[in-house]
């Protein structure tokens, strides 16, 4: 397994989530990371990412609640999500790659429901 996602679930409106992302470490050393999401019927967008010197880019829906980051040393990667909204109801996926506008790496996704 490449990239192991985990940490989705249930959670009401205004809570908050961390996902969590292990690379193999053969692909996580100087590639950046993200993660996209997908509702049913719609294509993937990504949501945030992080270049392996650090630097983060969120999308307009997440700017602000959530937050990227990597751990180098133990190859992780996290989307800390805070003031979760009903509309952030989605599968997310990390991913990883020389540009995340198209990724080279996908795990398996994980659910993250927004419902009181």
């Known amino acids: 397994v490449q990239l192991q996602a985990s940490g989705g679930g249930l959670v009401q409106p205004g809570g908050s989530l961390r996902l969590s992302c292990a690379a193999s470490r053969s692909i996580f050393s100087g590639i950046a990371m993200g993660w996209y999401r997908q509702v049913p019927g719609k294509q993937h967008d990504l949501v945030a990412s992080?270049?392996?010197?650090?630097?983060?880019d969120y999308a307009d829906a997440v700017r602000g609640r959530f937050t990227i980051s990597r751990d180098n040393v133990k190859s992780m990667v996290y989307l800390q999500m805070n003031s979760l909204k009903p509309e952030d109801t989605a599968v997310y996926y990390c991913?990883?790659?020389?540009?995340?506008?198209?990724?080279?790496?996908w795990g398996q996704g994980t659910q993250v429901t927004v419902s009181s």
């Open positions: 991913i990883a790659g020389h540009n995340t506008n198209y990724p080279q790496y």
């Open positions: 992080i270049t392996s010197g650090g630097r983060t």
